[in-house]
Structure formats: C-alpha cells, structure tokens
DNA sequence: ACACTGCATGTAATG
DNA sequence: ATTACATGCAGTGTC
C-alpha cells in the first residue's frame, strides 16, 4: 500500500502510521479515520486505502450517540460534516461549526452488524481527489472476525469503458474456508449490495455545486450545496429487505447487466429512501448515460409512472424523500425550475415545486409532459433520476413497463403463441437471455449450490428481466429484449407488483385482454399439484382427512377448459393441453390433474395419440376457436365466483337496482366486477347509490321522459315507495283511530315509552317543543326515505322492492318494524312538505283528519304530485341527521333517492 | 368548453 | 396512527 497522506491539509499526516480505523457505514461501505486529526474520509469519496480491524460505530463525542464516521476529510471537512449527520472526535470539537454532525438520530444508522460490516482486508483505490478519475480498484469484504464469510471482489475501471465501466466482477474467495455452498442467500444479497456499492461512487472534490440544473439558484443557499456535495457520492444503505437483484439480458456485452436495487446516495433527508425507489439499473445503462465522457453516473431514484404521472396534466408526482434527498432545496411553492437532461441528451426544464399536503409536503415535477411524450412513456413506465458528476447535471432515463406487466400477469396458456406450451414457451424466453460473463459464475455457483436457497435464487436470477432502456439515442439495441416475457412465478411478488406500481391498485391491468393474461388465484390453486414422489401422512382433524405433506406443493402443467355448447344445448366441458415435447393440442377428460410435465407419453386416455408423431388434434383454426372458448370458460368462471359477492354485498334496493342497471353489463361480469367507475373508487358499475346513478358531472342530466335503466330503476323505487306510504298512512289512521277509543291514554302512554319518536303525534305537546321536532323531523326525513332499504335489509336483501305493495306487506309484517314508527314515517315527508311550503294550513287540517278519523290521503293522488312531494323532500335532504332513536332493527332507511 | 392550477381526499404503505 | 401519494375536483383562466 502505498502511503498516502491525510487529506485534512492541517494534518497531513501519513496513512502508513495514523491511519488506522475503518469504520463500517451502513452500507457496508467504510470510512477511516485519521489517528492524528481525527478526519474521517469516506471511501467512495477521498479515501484510497483502508485498512481496518475494526468495524463498526464510535460515538460521538459531544454527544455521545452512536454515529458512524461520515465525515468526508477534504477542503470543506467542516461544511460537509453539516450533511452527514454523522461525526467524529476531531469535527466533534469542531463542532462549533456544524452541530448537525451530531443531529443524527441515535442508532438511526446504527443496523450494522460487525458481522456484516466485515472487515476491511485490503484496498488500493485511486479514485477521484482532484476530479479526475483515475483507477479504482477492488475492494475486499468481508467477514472475518470469525474466519469466515465473503468476500467479492469488485472491479471498476472507468478508463477502460470496454472492459470495465462499472464491471461488477463477483468472485469466490480464495480463501479455501469460505465455501459458496455455505453462503446463504442473505449473505449472497448483502455482497452483491456491497459490491454494488461502489460502482457509482466517484465524486469530484471540486464540484461545489450539485445542482447545476437549477435555473433559479436564489434559493440554492450555501449549506444546500454544501449538503449535496458532501451526500453525493455516499451510499448509505440499508440492506435490501428483498431480493432486489436481475440480470439482464444482454449477450456478448463486456459489462455488467446485473440490475440491482441500488441502494442511493444518501441524500440530505435523513428518511430512508424506500427500497422502491431504489435506481436499478445495470452498469451498462450507467455506461450509456455517461457516454463516452468521464463522467460518473450516481443514480438518485426512480419512480414508477402513475396514470397521472403519465397524464396529460404533466405532473410528475415526485417520492417526497427523493425530492427532499437529490433535488435542490425549495422553501415556496412554487420552487424553482429544474433542469434535467434527458439520456439523448436534450435538456428540459421543469418546474420543481411542492404543493403543503396534511402538514406535509408533495413535491411534483411540473410541465413533464413533452418529456414523457418524447419517451412515450406511460402509467408503468419507469423514469430514473440520476446525476452526472462531476458535473452534479440531472439525468432523466426511463425503462419501458412491457417487462413488468408480462411479470406480474403472463399468463402463458392464455397466450396464443403458435403453440407454444408454457414451458416451451419459457424456454424460449430463456433462450433469449443470456447471462453476462462476470456474473454467470455466480449464477452457476447458485445452481451448483446444494442450498436451495441459492438455488432460488439463482432461479430468480436467471428469470429476471432486465430491459431498462436508457435509449440514449443511437442505442436501441436492446429494443427486442424489451418485449421478452418473463415467467411471473419466478419473480418475488413484491418486486412484481412494484413493477408496475403497487401503490396504486389502479394501475392493475383490468381491462378484459388483461385479464386473460391473470394467473387468478383459483386458477393457481387449480394448478397445484402434491409433491411428487412423497407420500403424504394422513391427519384427521374434526372428522376432517388432511393430507400433510413435508415438500410444497407444486405447479402442474397448465391446461385450458373449454365449455361446447350447440345453440342453448350444452355439450359438456373439455380439457385440452400441450404436450412439452411436441407442442401439439391433446385433449383430455376434464377430471385429470396434469403433473409440472407432460408429454404425449403420458396420454394414456387416448391410444391414437400417446405419441408425439400422432397429428395435431387442432387446426390453428380449432385452436383459435379453443381458446376463444377457454376465454369465455373463464368469463363464465369469473362470473359465478364473484356472483355471491355481488349479491352478499349490496342488499334490496341496491341488489335490484344493480340488476337493473347493469342490464346488459350482466353478460360480461368479469368487465363490471373489476371496474370502477369514475365517480368513486368504492363504487362499481352498478353501484346504485346517489353518486353513481347520476350521469357524469356536468354533461346534463337524464330527461324525464328518459327510459334508461337507472331512470326506469329509481322511477320504480319511488313509485314503490310511494304506495307504501300510502298504504301506511292509511293504517296509521286506522291506528289512530284506534287510539281515539276509551282505552286512549293509558296506550298512548305505553307508545310513548316503547317510542320516543311517537311523541310528536301527541296533541299533548308544547307547540315550541313541537315546532323543535318539526325541525329535527325535517332532518330526519332520511329516516322515512330509508324505509325501503332497511326494510330490504331486514329481510336479508331478499325482498324484491318492486313487486306489489300488497305483496310487501306481508314480508313487511314479517320484519317486525314498529307499526307506529311506519306510520309516524310514512307520514313524515308530506308533515315536512306542507310545512316547508308554508301549508300549515292544510297540516293542520291533515293532523286533525287523522285524528277525526277523516279519510286517508286519496289513494289516487296525481303521479306528478307524488313526485312533487318527493322533490321537496329530496331537496331538504341534504344535511340530515338521523335521530338515533331510530336506529335498531326498526331503523327507517334512507332511499337514495 | 376546455385547460390549468392548487387543494382536498381517499387509500395504501409504513411505523 | 401516521404518512405518502395518486387522483379527484373546484376555482380560475383562456380560447
């Protein structure tokens, strides 16, 4: 090793004899501190040479919490402790200038493990003191304290863009005690982190501005600067939490295609950047993007384009840590331009601001439309942020989503790919991808490994795609790859729904063609298959067999059903698959359970065609016709495993006027169970409520003489309803004139204690006290429009609303609603309305018609006037506070209209 | 009528 | 429970 001395100018002192110290940051990088100052240097910035025995965290001095060293030893030592939040003795004292050295929070990166953070065996770097990069050379990690562990070796040669830019080059350690057979997956990712650490890091020394882009720099105060050239090169980070790791694709390519979650550069947010946002891209992307220049590429972030992203409102929602992280600081709303280059080079300016949000902030890219559109990006789609230094330049790159949706939805036998099984149609994915000489030797170790673990993962390496598309503009090369499907089982769930933007369910392919692509649950269990060859142990649990396996389950073959009819005649089902060897349709009876692997071979319900020489059963015409089939099979499926929902969820009304208006949506349920409307995400097509049955906001509302199902629907509800009030008013009389008997007040008081609501029909009341409860029956009104809802949900949702009155009177009678509550209900609106419309007149003298036993409100009562009292009490409904006296089995529903 | 802007809200993820 | 963020939507401006 060659000495070197410290790079604090004050000390200088000489690395042979002071320095000493390796310090493990989080990230599994290390930093050393100079025995003499106290400087620390983070290697990936100014340090060339580490050499440690130890590991791990000092504490602060001032203040005593656990820090790792971050302090970057360089002209502006002080200043850059400021970002860090990190510190050590000597800034400690120094602290005079920057108290943040100890801001950070205790512990708050303190996840290292000494295990993990290894220790630093040899290094010889000569990296980028004075801007220029030079030649970086591997590091070692790994663990030794006890003897064993692992240790990679990396290589980064930036000169050489041929060979080496970013070359990740995983080795086995010589060491003869540190077998690839024990490693563990976990350790497995934590090295590829590791290694991965250090491609991007090279930073310039001199570049005091990070945000070169920042059209208006009033705001870019000194510390910012500060804290971005002190944070730039640095990657503190976390373990992955999941397997963030991918191959790519490429062939014949001298460099890495390893796309790894990159684990950024710690920005000035001290919030964690989620791993979701983790840049991955491959070495060769980096390659791309810098080009030919001697710039180094640090990937920032990246971010899955949502539907409003993507839109045309040109708002790119920005992850909030990520734009407090890597983009300039803005303390206004109306931030400030940005400018970002895009990889073909061509500069945009967007406006970087934050909208105040719940205390918070949301930070959106503004005017990003021209961008997206020139990438033709969509919701999916993925941009990543990067920055080129030394220049500290913004850089925009993008990977299409086709990769992703393939991996989250493939559904291989939907796919009408010339015949090809899935497996076959697997391998022939497999054919395509080809691993990249520096990591296949891993990729073979992890095969050759008797752990299943790796084996896994090696799987999982080999599966995933890596078609970022940093197009710089004469390199579309690797636009063919950018179509290849991947086997979705391979790839962990997590990373597959983030692919495509987990945050938002919305972004879930829902359309019909999108679906056939779904691998559904059930059709998942349908497919698995008892392990083979182990037998299971038989287990009775409450008279309940199980069958108890020790090995998982696995995935049979796939297969398609198809159901025959002719005309309205059902000719019964038919399971059809491919044979693996020959790819030729066979049918089969629909019974039989397909194990992972079948051949015509195995065709033993079919003598004529137990081999693979036996013709074809489909022409491509039957087989077309076979899977249209098979897609209305599953749309028949689909549609009788979420009936019980449809009809388990909304009761009554809502249960019929969601027959009534999904009309002819009904023949294709797999379209209205999925979708949302546009007025609700809770509310689906169907959805009777308010909100949903009016037509669109501001496009005008349906005509009177409209006949559409909705209007037809909430046509028939109130003239349902209507009658029934009538029909209650007039047994209320009837009631009420019972009451007029001798036997008056002692019933009345027994009313009175069995219902509070009764009292208003008392004549014994204050006319204040009454006109208060007027008031409060005016906001109850919901109470008697709910009527006919709860009242359905009382019957359990089984009550045909529209049949006849008379018809629902018995079911009524069954519900064992207070007779007196229906009436003081069904007597409620029209009270409401004569005194809303100054009709006290008539009030009274419908108040003493009923109890001078005067005839009911004439049955006949005009449609129009009907409705009439309807639209007032509608219009009175807003605010409507539902007296919870009435709640309970006799609760008085609300009709949505 | 349409586009733009800024805020509010609901949902999912995270602590 | 809190936070982040996707998106709806009302208010405003512009054609």
Request: aromatic content about 6%.
């Amino acid at each position: 090793m060659e000495a070197k001395s410290c790079m604090n100018e004050v000390c200088g002192a000489a690395k042979s004899t002071e320095w000493r110290k390796g310090w493990a940051l989080r990230s599994g990088e290390f930093a050393v501190l100079c025995d003499k100052c106290g400087s620390a240097f983070e290697q990936s910035m100014f340090c060339d040479v580490f050499h440690s025995k130890e590991s791990g965290w000092r504490e602060c001095t001032p203040c005593g919490k656990r820090l790792h060293c971050g302090c970057i030893a360089s002209k502006s030592l002080i200043e850059l402790l400021d970002s860090g939040g990190v510190s050590c003795l000597n800034c400690a004292k120094k602290s005079g200038l920057d108290s943040l050295a100890c801001d950070e929070k205790p512990n708050g990166f303190g996840t290292l493990k000494a295990d993990n953070a290894g220790d630093l065996q040899s290094m010889s770097v000569d990296n980028h003191v004075g801007g220029s990069v030079e030649k970086m050379k591997l590091m070692q990690l790994g663990s030794t304290s006890n003897g064993v562990g692992l240790r990679h070796l990396l290589q980064f040669q930036s000169d050489d863009p041929d060979e080496s830019f970013g070359k990740m080059k995983l080795e086995e350690s010589a060491k003869p005690d540190i077998s690839k057979a024990n490693m563990g997956a976990k350790d497995i990712y934590e090295s590829l982190a590791q290694t991965n650490l250090s491609i991007t890091l090279g930073s310039s020394g001199g570049n005091l501005n990070p945000f070169p882009g920042v059209v208006d720099e009033k705001e870019h105060n000194k510390s910012s600067s500060v804290i971005q050239q002190g944070t730039r090169a640095r990657h503190l980070l976390p373990k992955p939490p999941k397997l963030a790791l991918s191959t790519g694709s490429e062939a014949n390519v001298g460099i890495s295609q390893i796309r790894v979650a990159r684990p950024p550069a710690e920005g000035r947010g001290r919030s964690q950047l989620l791993p979701r946002y983790w840049p991955r891209i491959t070495d060769q992307e980096l390659q791309q993007i810098s080009g030919d220049s001697n710039s180094t590429i640090v990937p920032l972030f990246e971010k899955v384009l949502s539907a409003s992203d993507a839109g045309r409102i040109g708002r790119l929602v920005l992850p909030k840590a990520c734009a407090e992280a890597y983009f300039p600081p803005i303390s206004q709303p109306e931030g400030l331009p940005l400018r970002i280059q895009d990889v073909k080079g061509k500069e945009w300016v967007f406006q970087f601001r934050f909208w105040p949000n719940n205390n918070s902030r949301m930070y959106v890219l503004e005017g990003v439309t021209p961008c997206i559109q020139s990438m033709q990006l969509q919701a999916g789609d993925t941009v990543t942020f990067s920055r080129m230094d030394p220049e500290g330049k913004l850089v925009m790159g993008f990977r299409k989503a086709s990769n992703s949706v393939a991996m989250q939805d493939t559904q291989p036998s939907a796919i009408p790919n010339g015949g090809h099984s899935s497996e076959s149609f697997f391998s022939g994915v497999f054919e395509n991808l080809s691993i990249i000489s520096g990591y296949s030797g891993v990729l073979q170790s992890l095969k050759g490994s008797a752990d299943p673990h790796l084996n896994a993962l090696s799987k999982h390496l080999n599966s995933t795609s890596g078609d970022i598309n940093w197009l710089k503009s004469e390199k579309y090369e690797d636009k063919t790859r950018e179509s290849l499907l991947l086997p979705s089982m391979l790839v962990p769930e997590r990373k597959r729904s983030r692919n495509i933007g987990s945050k938002s369910k919305r972004l879930l392919m829902d359309r019909q063609d999108a679906l056939e692509l779904k691998l559904t649950w059930e059709e998942a269990q349908d497919m698995l298959r008892s392990p083979p060859s182990v037998m299971p142990s038989i287990i009775t649990i409450e008279d309940h067999v199980f069958e108890e396996y020790e090995d998982p389950p696995v995935f049979g073959k796939r297969s398609i059903f198809v159901v025959r009819t002719n005309g309205l005649m059902f000719r019964g089902q038919e399971q059809w698959t491919q044979c693996d060897g020959c790819s030729k349709w066979r049918r089969l009876p629909v019974d039989v359970l397909l194990p992972p692997k079948w051949t015509c071979m195995d065709n033993k319900w079919d003598p004529t065609r137990c081999s693979c020489s036996a013709p074809d059963e489909l022409t491509p015409g039957e087989l077309e016709n076979l899977l249209r089939l098979n897609k209305d099979f599953k749309k028949r499926r689909l549609a009788t495993s979420q009936r019980p929902n449809q009809e388990s969820e909304p009761s009554g009304m809502d249960a019929l006027s969601n027959v009534a208006i999904l009309g002819d949506n009904m023949g294709d349920p797999g379209t209205a169970s999925v979708a949302t409307t546009t007025k609700h995400p809770r509310h689906r097509p169907g959805c009777s409520c308010i909100v949903c049955i009016q037509p669109p906001s501001g496009k005008g509302k349906h005509k009177p003489t409209c006949t559409c199902n909705v209007c037809m629907t909430v046509k028939r509800r109130f003239k349902t309803l209507m009658m029934r009030k009538k029909k209650r008013q007039s047994e209320r009389e009837a009631e009420v004139a019972q009451r007029n008997q001798p036997t008056w007040a002692p019933k009345e008081e027994a009313e009175a204690e069995v219902d509070s609501n009764s009292k208003h029909a008392s004549p014994h009341l204050d006319p204040s006290e009454n006109e208060a409860r007027s008031a409060n029956e005016l906001e109850s009104k919901s109470q008697s429009n709910n009527l006919p809802n709860k009242a359905a949900e009382a019957g359990k949702g089984q009550i045909d609303l529209n049949c006849h009155p008379d018809r629902e009177d018995a079911q009524a009678g069954s519900n064992r609603l207070s007779m007196m509550k229906l009436l003081q209900v069904a007597t409620l609106p029209l009270e409401n309305y004569l005194k809303q419309n100054g009709l006290t007149s008539l009030m009274a003298e419908q108040q003493t018609s009923s109890t001078s036993q005067a005839p009911p409100q004439a049955a006949g009562e005009s449609e129009g006037r009907v409705n009439e009292l309807a639209s007032a009490t509608q219009e009175r409904e807003s605010g409507g506070e539902e007296d919870n006296s009435g709640s309970g089995p006799d609760q008085i529903p609300n009709d949505p209209q």
